[in-house]
């Protein structure tokens, strides 16, 4: 029969070999759980040289309490094919999440134009003119503009918005959702169908001599000297087209087919919020002050003009400070430029620099590579996360090449911000970063490295385990 401490030793021995053969949870993060859906926009009808900038209300989009761990988008057709940028430019897309009351008769677009909608935060202006109450991203910009959660252009199909493992961004909370309303989503997209335009440039580059357009869409007559930009390429406006270009049987039914990942939310999910900076914000530091209370009057976009010399020099540069009002995590980044871009950053105040991103040009024609157009960003993502303090000074720059003139340029920044980070004994951060290959080889050589531990241990056991039955050496 054998012995108690026999039956301690097999048992402990095969605890030992059961827990290195067991796959850890932990060791993989959340991407076993993400789930992915594929939803088209309403249609998009286009014309040679014609603009389409629709706000669409309750767009498809998954329900529920949930983390958004990534949002990708392009343009097809009707036949599901991608189109590329040289036909139909994506000037932007953007997501945005509103509150809806519920039973409300107007037509969601309709009181979207008519103002029916609160522009404060829900918590603080529920009344009963509020039909629609827009839910804002943490900042900085927040009023009126750059309120959405995702949004990219021309760089979408390249560009990774993945929110790094164990960070999501939390929607749908339904301890948030204000009583009488309802949680749904919005889409605005900018697309300008340049086949057969005199000036391809010109055109996505908005300049309001080739629209013909003298006021904005709201009726306002455009300032002197703006030369081009989103005043001049709003919705159902018409780029200048070549003389005897046929445009015929041309007209063509396009749509946003974009790609949703998530995952259910738990707590084993950190939430991150979302943050745009803009280079044209005029939000200037009062001295001695470590309060945000000046308000931030954000522009979008800018001109760079043409610089007087010629070379490698000419590089219009543009720096924004601006204070950062939260204590928090970077855990990604990326820059929005436009045609002409160099790239855009952001650094502390001593020169550090905490995110670079870089945009990637197109050499040829197929739909992701299209010559001369920016096809991609490069996303930040910061081995550590960088602590940022409440009060601190970040800076801003974007970076175009101004060897030739541009209009409506933008010099915007995304950032995630967690407010906590994950405890040590439950997160493999740069395990979680490394590719799927090599994270198969390293579980597999940290298994067999326990292995062979294992069977150490059982070899020293056994042969205490004879001396112990009364075998004696050969030596006594």
Not at 61 to 85: M, S, T
Not at 91 to 115: A, T
Not at 274 to 281: E, G, L, M, R, W
Not at 433 to 445: C, D, G, N
Request: glycine share 8%.
């Amino acid at each position: 029969m054998m012995a108690p401490y026999h039956r301690r030793s097999l048992i402990f021995f095969l605890v030992l070999v059961s827990l290195c053969l067991s796959p850890s949870q932990g060791f993989l993060g959340t991407e076993k759980n993400i789930k992915s859906a594929v939803f088209f926009s309403p249609k998009l009808v286009m014309n040679p040289g014609s603009v389409a900038n629709p706000y669409l209300f309750d767009i498809d989009f998954p329900r529920g309490h949930i983390g958004l761990k990534a949002f990708d988008a392009e343009v097809v057709d009707d036949a599901g094919n991608p189109v590329p940028l040289h036909e139909t430019y994506l000037h932007h897309w953007i997501i945005e999440p509103y509150y809806v009351r519920k039973g409300s008769k107007l037509p969601q677009r309709e009181m979207f134009r008519n103002h029916g909608f609160s522009r404060q935060d829900p918590e603080s202006n529920l009344d009963s003119k509020s039909d629609i109450i827009l839910v804002k991203n943490g900042g900085l910009c927040r009023s009126v503009v750059l309120r959405h959660y995702f949004g990219l252009g021309s760089e979408t199909r390249k560009t990774s918005t993945y929110v790094p493992d164990p960070y999501a961004i939390e929607i749908g909370n339904p301890e948030e959702i204000p009583d009488g309303y309802e949680f749904k989503w919005l889409l605005n997209i900018h697309a300008i169908d340049t086949r057969g335009v005199e000036d391809k440039k010109g055109c996505i580059e908005c300049l309001c001599d080739l629209y013909n357009v003298t006021i904005d869409e709201y009726g306002r007559a455009i300032r002197p000297g703006y030369k081009g930009g989103l005043y001049c390429c709003y919705d159902k406006t018409q780029c200048r087209v070549k003389s005897g270009f046929d445009n015929g049987e041309k007209t063509r039914t396009l749509y946003l087919k974009y790609t949703v990942r998530w995952v259910d939310w738990d707590s084993s999910v950190l939430p991150a919020k979302v943050y745009i900076f803009d280079v044209t914000d005029t939000w200037e530091r009062s001295e001695g002050s470590i309060e945000n209370s000046q308000e931030h009057i954000c522009h979008v976009e800018y001109e760079v003009k043409p610089c007087k010399t010629s070379g490698d020099g000419c590089i219009d540069v543009r720096k924004k400070s601006l204070m950062m009002p939260f204590n928090g995590y970077i855990v990604y980044g990326v820059a929005h430029q436009h045609a002409g871009g160099i790239g855009g950053a952001l650094y502390r105040e001593n020169g550090e620099v905490i995110c670079t991103s870089m945009p990637k040009y197109g050499k040829g024609d197929e739909p992701g590579n299209e010559a001369g157009y920016i096809v991609g960003m490069s996303s930040c993502y910061p081995t550590d996360p960088v602590k940022v303090s409440y009060g601190e000074t970040l800076t801003l720059e974007s970076n175009y090449s101004n060897a030739v003139g541009h209009t409506g340029v933008m010099g915007l920044f995304y950032i995630l911000v967690a407010q906590q980070l994950p405890e040590p004994e439950n997160f493999l951060p740069k395990l979680f970063e490394v590719p799927a290959r090599s994270l198969s080889f390293l579980a597999i050589f940290a298994v067999t490295v326990v292995v062979a531990v294992v069977v150490l241990i059982a070899a020293v056991i056994y042969r205490r385990q004879n001396r112990e039955d009364g075998y004696q050496s050969l030596s006594t």
